[in-house]
């Protein structure tokens, strides 16, 4: 079992404020607003729970028990209404798991024409 390089609180921290600076931009689009909402409830508990159960199997016997963290994991992100939502939310999760970097969720575009044709799950 090998544990990645989680991002210490300092970066968490950071990240947040990153999030809330795009959530405060007036024309955020739904799908983006979803996202970085999760993306601050994720970050938030991270610094409150920092323990993180993931870790990268070593061996097939630690591959299932991996994936299942994984999948506890992205629960939540099931739940969000939008695709551009879960993806934001999943860059999130991956970063805060060691395994991207904090800029693949937090470089998202939010212009007046992104998110327009993202479809709203009923």
């Not at 939502?85 to 007046?112: M, P």
């Amino acid at each position: 079992m090998t544990q990645p390089q989680f991002p210490n609180p300092a970066e968490i921290a950071l990240a947040i404020e990153k999030c809330e600076a795009i959530l405060s931009d007036k024309k955020i689009k739904k799908p983006f607003k979803e996202g970085y909402e999760e993306c601050i409830y994720m970050l938030k508990d991270r610094l409150v729970n920092p323990e993180n159960k993931f870790f990268l199997p070593d061996t097939e016997e630690e591959l299932e028990p991996a994936l299942e963290v994984y999948k506890e994991q992205m629960l939540p992100i099931r739940e969000l209404k939008t695709e551009k939502g879960r993806t934001i939310a999943v860059l999130c999760n991956d970063w805060l798991n060691g395994q991207s970097s904090e800029q693949s969720f937090l470089l998202e575009r939010v212009g007046e024409n992104d998110g327009v044709n993202d479809e709203v799950k009923s």
